[in-house]
Each structure stands twice: as C-alpha cells, then as structure tokens.
Nanobody
Framework: EVQLVESGGGLVQAGGSLRLSCAAS????????IGWFRQAPGKEREAVSC???????SSADFVKGRFIISANNAKNTMYLQMNNLKPEDTAVYYC???????????????WGKGTLVTVSA
C-alpha cells in the first residue's frame, strides 16, 4: 500500500518560513514524479512544485524564488522549503506522486492527506 504522509505545516507570520516534509512508503520516490499541490479555501487544487524523474524541477510561477523542492532518496522523503511566505500562500498542501510532472490533479496517482499552512498578515 502506498502512503504519503505530510508534516511541517502550521501558523507563520508573513515573511516567515516553513519546511514541509512528505514521507513515502510503498513506492520509491526516485522512480516517480513527486511534488506538491495546494488548495486554498474556496479554490481549486493547484500544482506548486514537482521533482521530475530526470532530476529536474517544475514549479509554478507564483513560488519561483521563494519555495525550494528537494528530496532525500535514502530517507524516501521529499521536502518543500517555503520562504518569504505570504497570506495568499495559506492552503492545505498535499504531497502527490504521479508518472510525470503534469501539474494536473486528474493525473495524480497517489495523494497524501495534506498539511495546513496558515500565513498571517
């Protein structure tokens, strides 16, 4: 059984930082495209950043220069370092695994349950 377990969410002031983790079991993260989506209240789920199987990264424009995705293959864990957080970054952040970084909710094979990030003004 594949499980993706997120951690690291919480409440932070604008301009602050958080580091999210996604621990995977039942799959090897270096054989999948693995990344993050987020869903803000009343909005659709959107792609944030994704690690491709070739080692490259696909990221949304709104996080470039602020969020850094990385992985520790030995720990089978992926991370999202989020810096200079803004109130509009408030959302539930979901870990996701798919065959390639499509950025499309419908193509995701596995989801975590999510971790809430709240950024206060």
């Amino acid at each position: 059984e594949v499980q993706l377990v997120e951690s690291g969410g919480g409440l932070v002031q604008a301009g602050g930082s958080l580091r999210l983790s996604c621990a995977a079991s039942g799959l090897t993260i270096d054989t999948h495209a693995i990344g993050w989506f987020r869903q803000a209240p009343g909005k659709e789920r959107e792609a944030v950043s994704c690690l491709r199987t070739d080692g490259g990264i696909s990221s949304a424009d709104f996080v470039k220069g602020r969020f850094i995705i990385s992985a520790n293959n030995a720990k089978n864990t992926m991370y999202l370092q989020m810096n200079n957080l803004k109130p509009e970054d408030t959302a539930v952040y979901y870990c996701a695994a798919e065959r390639t970084c499509t950025g499309t909710v419908e193509w995701v094979d596995y989801w975590g349950k999510g971790t809430l990030v709240t950024v206060s003004a």
